[in-house]
């Protein structure tokens, strides 16, 4: 006589199956579309280099123009009262300069970019570009179906269900797979698929083994993933804040005494010139600017403090002293952002923008009047917490390792999307086939009520952790269990 099963066995491994089956059922749709859009987003960098090569690309090989030079042609191209955001200056031969552009008519995170030859200063370009990463539209467009289906704030609940229900679903695979390797001779019996198998057997030994090679990278998709989420990133967000784990921001407040004392120079100076004829004059030799320093591509709040434009607030004219001083500072890489001041209290700053590998995001605020750094912030220094955030942030973004990171996130996310329709050809070949109609039945219910107290216990606090941290997807496995529940009460009304 055989003997029984261990207990762990008699309620465990039903629960991870009942909990797989449901969630993959219920929720796959979500994390499909996630990974298939996420599998497009990581070929676009090779894509709008195709796209917009006239843009990105300057025929001249001559050296550069001085940034002002480039400044002033895009601002002739645009308009004087256009207002410059950021500047990003070609990081090598062959590459355009762009110029980006505060525009009330582009969406939030937007702003519009001129792409300018830098030795010519001839302007190749005229494009909406979106986020720190400068996307073009037509990553900006691949970027928003992956996080909302291009349907705003309402659309993001989609990415938080597929980036959460992931996590979960991978966990609960994996314990499956453990399951079935206590029970395999071989580990070549749940590494690598039976293809000599037929039908449901042969499509689980797929679905087991790739889902083993790829587990790791699912489960990270999902905890990056969630970062960018709406519910359970703020709740991620506000633990990294109570323990410290935050990337500083460098300040662009200038200091009192500079404040001060350019004040008295300029009362100087429009003594000299004549007074109120004399502040006219300055007004007109400045040049423009926005405030908004922590979304340099945003299309709002480019106004000074006082309620100005920040056209006023600088002379770009200056932007080659200010980049000189920022390289004399800690800018050493050629990809960096120049984002003019404000207003007259802030100042200038120079930020690395160089997300592949070794990471370059260290930043310099410059007093535009004396050249002189008022604040810092160097990579080296952050916390592991915050370097941790920024790697997994990039490598999601396969940016880190360039097009080796891209080819990974393209298996892996193509593999998930095959994996779900292997799974939802299992639940169609485990259907009746004889004397009934419909789906395959779900694992048999009940898996818990055969647990031991400790596991019950267990389960619970659990489940209302993750509800805790993951509201969304707490409130959706409240909903499974609820909907769960009454089918099953309804069937034994009918049973009985």
Known sequence: MA???PTRDRWLGPLLLRLHFYAAILVAPFILISAASGALYALTPQLEQVVYSDELTAPSDGSPLPLAEQVAAAQEHVGEAAVVTAIRPAAEAGQTTRVMYAD???????????????????????????????????????????????????????????????????????GLWVRRARRARRARDVLLPDLRARGY???????????AWVLLGALFLSATGITWSRYGGGNIGTIREAFGFTTAAVSTEL?????????MDDMDDMDDMGGMDGMEDMEGMEGGEHAGHG?????????????????????????????????AANIDTGLVEIRPPGDESSAWVVEEIQRSYPTKVDAVAIDGGTLEVVDRTDFAEADLAAKLTRWGIDLHMGTMFGLVNQIVLFVIASTLVVMIIWGYLMWWQ??????????????????????????TALVLLVAVGIGLMLPLMGVSLAAFVLVDAIAGRVRRRRLG
């Open 430 to 455: 485990r259907r009746p086939t004889r004397g009934g109609r419909g789906p395959a039945k779900p694992p048999r219910r009940g898996a818990l009520g055969r647990a031991p107290w400790w596991g």
């Open 255 to 263: 200091p009192q005494s500079s404040t001060a004392d350019t004040d």
């Open 104 to 174: 009330d008519s582009l969406g939030e995170g937007e702003s519009r970019a001129i792409m300018l030859d830098p030795a010519t200063a001839e302007i190749r370009g005229d494009l909406t570009v979106y986020g720190t990463s400068g996307s073009l539209p037509l990553r900006t467009w691949v970027d928003q179906l992956h996080r909302n289906l291009h349907l705003g704030e309402v659309g993001r609940l989609y990415s938080e269900l597929s980036a959460s229900w992931l996590g979960v679903v991978a966990a609960a695979g994996l």
């Open 3 to 5: 003997a029984p099963a």
């Open 295 to 327: 979304a340099p591509q945003g299309a709002a709040a480019h106004h000074g403090a006082d309620g100005t434009d920040g056209a006023a607030a600088a002379d770009l004219g200056e932007i080659d002293r200010v980049l000189d001083a920022g390289r």
């Open 201 to 211: 057997r042969r499509t689980l030994s797929l679905h087991s083994s790739v889902g």
